[in-house]
């Protein structure tokens, strides 16, 4: 298993302080190893990031909710997601992962949902769990009985491969890191367009994360901004951003996530669209008071 570099050491606050109740839609929480085991066979192992650290972060950001959400490392046991939500407090939600919709019974899914639990994530075929029609019918059915969101993981190329899978979908569907698309075909991407497509239906989101990794000119990231603001132009109430803190998987030094923030500014281009992004919509699609 490769070592992964950790989160950056030494986060700034961005250039100016967000809105109040500010929400990062997605952050994961590793360790520590000994209270939370690796599970066996997990794809990849993330240097320790408590959520100790990731509320630190938060206030150094101006950030006053968040979503932690399950990463594969755990895969169905979700004790470091409801140990983090209880540490939090109510201004916090989950998104497990939707392993624990086939592996769980109801009882366990319940206590998920008491604790702040909202969604379910499908992850990338790549990191090791994998459902067939079937079982991923089953879990669609039973995040339709709770009332909460699906959340999509692309793949390293893109949505267009997983498109059929949730392209029928009717409940809320929130697609992870502007779909993967490719910053260099800009428009021509299949992918954004794709993506553009399902904004339009009414219940489809996306997420604006995954800024460092998308670009390829690195920072200052300038490649990114037209896939986000195509995102943005196609369902302004509908966008969330994150942060995607300790940033897993990164061979290269993840980023300092006070400069993420100040990236978002740039895709918003005003204060009404970011209020939007920032509080509003995470407000909607994840419960929050207004």
Known sequence: MPDYLPFHPHPTAPSRRPPARSCDSQFHVFGPAERYPVRPGAAYEMPSATIDVALRLHRTLGIERGVIVQATTYGADHQVVLDGLAAAGPGYRGCANAAVLLERDDAYLARLHDAGVRGARFTRQGLGIVMDQAAFDRAVARIRELGWYAKFQPEPDGIMAQAAQFDALDIPVLIDHMGRADPARGAADPGLRKLVELLGRGNFWVMLSLTEKLSRQGYPWDDVVPVARACIE?????????????????????????????????????????????????????????
């Open 234 to 290: 196609a369902a302004p109430d509908r966008v969330v951003w994150g942060s995607d803190w300790p940033h897993p998987v990164s061979v290269k030094q993840p980023p300092d996530e006070g400069r993420l923030v100040d990236q978002l500014y740039r895709y918003a281009g005003d204060d009404a669209t970011l209020r939007k992004i920032l509080v509003d919509n995470p407000a909607n699609l994840f419960g929050f008071d207004a």
